[in-house]
């Protein structure tokens, strides 16, 4: 069991002095406990500024992780993990070998379940590692933290919230099974609110419409399913029943990145805060080996082409596909890839480990983006209003491109079966049809015309939460209602009931009346006869 | 017919030289269509900033009206109302005085009906006058507009936006029937949102549920109902078959004079706005006369009091109460009030014709606040932090005061019955019980901190609209859709045919095995009797 405090004496005189400079005497107490993966990425600019701002933060993570790195002007604690980092490598490994190979659907369906089961196990197993250590709780214990920031894609951070009795903040892009939907409580009607992985617009066809329906239908039973190992988890943790969708729904301020330039606009609730495109402030000037690399570049400019922070590999024919693809095309690009050099690169196309994507795409020279369509890519090509090619891979990313290519701001491809002459034209036809180009700028035109930047948005909401002790006066009083109440069926069943007895005892008092009325008209038809 | 431009020459300079200070050179071209009252006080924070940033705005308001006075900074063309002001007048004196009636429940019905008849004809008869001034509409027509701002409790700003095609902004605190709710199509279960005029909050009995649905229900029918004169004018006008609700579906922004520390939080479209408390930016320094009389206070502080900018006046009977009621307890009393001094009025109630109402309940010595529970004034309570003793007139006044008291931040009377010892009681409650001022110091915290002020945020969304020519990627595709589709009717009606066919089918089928076995079974049965 390890519990390593990183933080040290000279990081109090820096948050000292950033106290002075930034003015802000009312540093609150706050536990982070993150996603490992992409997630953190865009979550870190956050806390880095919460940091700067004085506030004590404490982050939680597990001692076996990939993108915790760096962190100096926070304290860490790590839990010790029963898993070795090696394990956790070997899955991302397997798993993104594996979104390379053309499969039959079965086969792709079986990969898919097993790989996410597993991943999952890893998550659970996480969290239970969290949980069992005592003496990390304990210390929380003593913290006396004014709220928790968690990413809530799975609920460990809420079960820790819940046992600190603490408010918290969820900083997500959203859920599988629409889990932030329901345990908001947020209406999100089928007919025009396309379910994840259904890759659909808000504008469907009635067939889509009834898979829409029928997904959504499934969709709370599905959550319950998908989360009920965290359910006897957190009852066991916590000596009391609890599910997870009860824990979710205690947040207090739900920060999505979202932004309706992207996303389909649907109903909302107050206290869901959108911060789309958050990880576009993160912006430095470029390092001197691309600045050289652009200088070389004549007007044609240049092309960014990244699979995200998870996947930089590939298999080679799908590498030389892609090489011979890029080879022909005017513009240099710059390719993040750690694998093995494909034989045929072409001398326009530079393989780099790492590439300063935000940064690269805001240069007025980039002319296209080559993205598995991750959200956090997404949304970098919109601040930049740079168009995309995209070739999604995995999760949400083939919903992410569908909404840009409904925008007319980009096009999909399927990295499967791809022809090298079909990348080369649609990056071709992203920068010379001026459409794409129009479109992206328009989107970019609206998503960075805010009142208040992502950035400072979020830091206000998990401020207000901490000063606040939560943020109760946005809580909808549909919490305390059940599923029955919540849908009026109750109401409803009552008026269908008071409908049906009137209308029997109405027809009845007819039916007596008319038997009334003929009886004393045989009566008098009798005696008129027997007279 | 009268069209005047108090614009001159001299106010070119002034926006000339704001233009300069302010640093806004992209001036847009907005028409405000606002309303008469109350409504107009608070919308004007919002015109005269705009004008402050160098927009070139137009104020189309009738020649007959109210409160559209000392208006220098921007164009105001009137055009001439078929009716004179003292109609207006006599029309508001009337209401002012009924309100202080107290009447048997059909007869406050029949006159309720009859004021409000009267009331929305003069304003069915103002928007005539506007449509019907073609020198108006032709000189509207050539100034280039880049959007509207309105008011929209009623269409006439949204049907001369759909004829001059610009988007509107709308800028309001609620509607009756849901107006606004229903074409913005706001999802707005009756299970936990209270419909205006019930008087419920949020945490409704089954018997209160089962109303809220009935309302809920009817409300779509009524708007129809309400609105139609509209739509005849605005089909007549427009030369094309349109209702009301289908021009306020079009409205790109609504700003809501809404914040859920007073509202209860309901679901919510992402192109409504909430701009609650923007009147309590309105701040300026105390006149002298008060800044006196406060002065002369002890340490018991003073009471504000005030029925509003409409009403002013008062039945004798009733003024003696009220100055019955507040003549024995030891604030200072500033009360708004031009009708005859009551002749029981105490030493320390000052009457005014006029008072600075948010820079009085700003001061520090502001211990209670008397007001007829307008949303305007109870915005102030909030901002400032001063409980309240509500005595609410009309409208949704009494929903406003129940929504304060539900929070425990003041307390509820009839003004009809009053009795001068509940009035003294009810404000010596307030001022001494400490939970009540808890209670509006929590609200008032909380309604204070937000990330940017309701004015500034108002000003940003008018200036969207103006830049982008409306906010279409904030419009649900949800417009699109048919009511049958909206709730996915097609597609259950589908799912239950399919599953009563198949259900059907599966029987039939059944049945047909069963039949078979048995008749084989007999046979065999037979066969073996035989043999």
Redesign the interface.
């Given at each position: 069991m390890v519990v390593t405090d990183s933080s040290s004496s000279c990081c109090f005189f820096r948050r000292f002095f950033l106290l002075l400079v930034l003015g802000c005497a009312d540093g609150g107490r706050l536990l982070v406990v993150p996603q490992d993966g992409s997630h953190w990425l865009s979550m870190r600019l956050l806390v880095d500024r919460l940091a700067q701002k004085g506030h004590h933060i404490v982050l939680a993570i597990p001692e076996a992780n990939f993108l915790f790195k760096d962190i100096d002007n926070y304290t860490v604690k790590t839990y010790s993990s029963s898993y070795s980092k090696d394990v956790l490598e070997n899955h991302m490994r397997r798993m993104s070998q594996e979104l390379f190979v053309d499969r039959i659907l079965t086969q792709k369906i079986k990969f898919l379940y097993e790989s996410a089961l597993n991943g999952t196990q890893l998550i659970l197993t996480t969290c239970k590692d969290f949980l069992q250590n005592s003496t990390l709780i304990r210390e929380l214990e003593k913290e006396g933290f004014d709220a928790m920031l968690t990413d809530s894609v799975f609920p460990c951070g809420a079960i820790v919230a819940e046992h600190l009795s603490i408010p918290s903040v969820s900083f997500m892009r959203g859920t599988i099974f629409g889990m932030d939907q329901i345990a908001s409580l947020?209406?999100s009607?089928?007919?025009?609110v396309p379910r994840m992985f259904t890759v659909y617009?808000?504008?469907m066809s009635?067939g889509q419409?009834?898979n829409n329906?029928?997904i959504h239908s499934l969709e709370h039973i599905v959550c319950h399913i998908f989360y009920y190992p965290y359910a006897q988890l957190a009852s066991d943790f916590l000596k009391k029943e609890v599910n997870a969708l009860s824990l979710f729904s205690r947040t207090s301020i739900w920060l999505m990145r979202y932004d309706?330039?992207f996303e389909?606009?649907?109903?909302?609730?107050?206290?869901v805060i959108?911060i789309g495109g958050i990880n576009c402030v993160n912006r430095k000037p470029l390092p001197q080996e691309f600045e050289k690399l652009i200088n070389r570049s004549d007007e044609h400019g240049f092309v960014v082409f990244s699979f995200g922070s998870m996947v930089s590999e590939m298999p080679m024919n799908i590498a030389m596909d892609i090489a011979e693809a890029l080879r022909y095309i005017p513009q240099q690009v710059f390719w993040r890839y750690t694998g093995k050099t494909p034989p045929n690169l072409g001398d326009n196309t530079h393989l780099v480990k790492w590439l300063p994507q935000n940064d690269l795409l805001a240069h007025p020279k980039a002319r296209a983006f080559i993205t598995h369509a991750g959200s956090h890519g997404i949304y970098e090509g919109i601040c930049n209003a740079v168009p995309m090619v995209m070739l999604p891979l995995l999760g949400d990313q083939m919903d992410n491109a569908i909404r840009i290519e409904s925008r007319g701001a980009g096009l999909t491809l399927s990295v499967l079966n791809l022809i090298p002459e079909d990348l080369s034209n649609a990056v071709m036809a992203v920068i010379e049809n001026p459409s794409y180009k129009e479109n992206i700028q328009r989107?970019s035109?609206?998503h960075l015309?805010?009142?208040?930047n992502p950035l400072?948005?979020a830091v206000?909401?998990v401020e207000?939460v901490m000063?606040?002790k939560g943020?109760p006066?946005?809580?909808?009083?549909?919490h305390?209602?059940n599923w029955i109440?919540?849908?009026?069926l109750?109401?409803?069943g009552?008026?269908l009931t008071v409908l049906i007895t009137t209308l029997f005892i109405s027809l009845k008092c007819c039916i007596c009346v008319c038997r009334c009325c003929c009886k004393r008209n045989s009566k008098q038809k009798r005696k008129t006869k027997s007279e």
């Open positions: 947020t209406p009607p089928p007919s025009y617009t808000d504008n009635f419409r009834v329906f029928l309706f330039v389909f606009p649907r109903p909302v609730m107050p206290n959108f989107l035109s609206l015309d805010r009142p208040i400072d948005l206000h909401w207000f000063r606040h943020a006066h946005l809580r909808p009083a549909a305390d209602l109440q919540y849908h009026s109750d109401v409803f009552f008026l």
